[in-house]
């Protein structure tokens, strides 16, 4: 374990050290552009394929819509903003390959619009889903195997989703022991290589509170990062409702100090960090690293293994334990997880 020295840094110096992720609106991976809407209520676009009559505004950068077929399609643009293209091009790398992305289907023609795709509709995300009622354990169980298969064929050639988390994850219900047709991993307009500049300069990606500890300190990130996001995801399920293990108590989202707090919870339940971080890591994040252990010494820990198996059984501790590593060279990849005995054991706890 790091040793902690005598001096450690101030709130302001740790801030100084870790470029304050929030600040960086306008940095690709992590916003929309805030902008009017796009599409007024009844009107048609033209696609490739067909024609597309909006229905809904869901937020101010996706639409319901409805085909000729009387279907319900999604609908996304973004003016002044890459993403979208982003996302039709790596749906258009990948979505052949395996039935769990929710698919690309469409592309509005009109050239007086930004890029617009439209997208497969599913009829829920797995938040509303464990809101409204707690998945079984076969159930996580089977989410959990689609949204790895979705990332390891992305994690194949090494592109890193970047915002896995429970509202990107899409669902359609279904009939049986488990209440889910269809599970399809979405929105990867902020999916990139982990060879591109972003990865390599340690742009902050996704939402806090579902990301890497490598991720909120602007550090090189991979595929690595999805990994512990899933497993924030998979600790989501287990508790069930709107549970996020690592939400601040002490700040609001949009607090200068929300990542900081974070990575504290993270800290808490997963820390410390292992000696050997120290080979891979800058000397100013080994400063906020030790300023964390200042903070949160070893007796104000709760490490997530001690949770008590009326909360999380014993095996599912087990799992999550193997995937929440500090140091993301010790997380496993997710075809290792793919293979791993939890997925056979199907006995309720």
């Known amino acids: ?68 077929l009387e279907e319900t399609v999604v609908i996304k643009s973004v003016k002044g903003h890459p ?81 896995v988390k429970l509202d990107n994850i899409f669902v359609n219900y279904g009939r049986g022991d488990i209440r889910f047709s269809d599970v399809q991993l979405g929105d990867l307009g902020g999916a990139f290589p982990s060879n591109s500049n972003y990865a390599k300069e340690g742009t902050p990606v996704g939402a806090p509170m579902w990301s890497s500890p490598e991720v909120i300190m602007e550090t090189p990130w991979n595929t690595a990062t999805d ?16 549970f996020n293990l690592f939400r601040p108590r002490t700040v609001p989202y949009g607090h200068e100090e929300y990542g900081l707090e974070v990575l504290k919870r993270q800290f808490q339940y997963f820390g410390p960090f292992p000696a050997k971080y120290e080979d891979i890591t800058k000397p100013e994040t080994i400063t906020a690293i030790l300023y964390l252990m200042h903070e949160i010494p070893q007796s104000q820990t709760t490490p997530f293994y001690r ?30 997880l793919l293979v791993d005995e939890w997925f056979n054991e199907d006995r309720e706890e």
């Open 83 to 163: 993403r979208v293209e982003n996302e039709r091009n790596v749906l258009k790398r990948f979505q052949h390959r395996t039935p769990y992305l929710r698919p690309f289907i469409d592309e509005i023609q009109e050239l007086s619009y930004p890029p617009t795709v439209v997208l497969k509709y599913l009829d829920d995300h797995l938040l509303n889903a464990s809101v409204k009622k707690a998945l079984t354990r076969k159930e996580v169980k089977y989410v959990s195997r689609r949204v790895l298969e979705a990332l390891a064929l992305l994690h194949e050639d090494d592109y890193v989703h970047t915002d």
């Open 227 to 242: 990994i512990w996001s899933f497993g924030t995801v998979l600790i989501s399920l287990l508790y069930g409702g709107d």
């Open 307 to 336: 949770t008590t198996e009326r909360e999380v059984c014993k095996k599912d501790k087990e799992f999550t334990c193997k995937i929440m590593k500090m140091d993301w060279r010790d997380r496993p990849t997710a075809k290792d």
């Open 1 to 68: 374990m790091l040793q902690c020295p005598c001096h450690v840094l101030s709130i302001g110096e740790w801030h100084s050290r870790l470029g304050e992720a929030h600040h960086h609106a306008t940095e690709y991976p992590r916003c929309f552009l805030i902008s009017s809407s796009l599409f007024r209520l009844g009107q048609v676009l033209r696609g490739r394929l067909g024609r597309y009559t909006i229905t809904k505004e869901i937020q101010d950068t996706v639409w319901f819509a409805k085909n000729q």
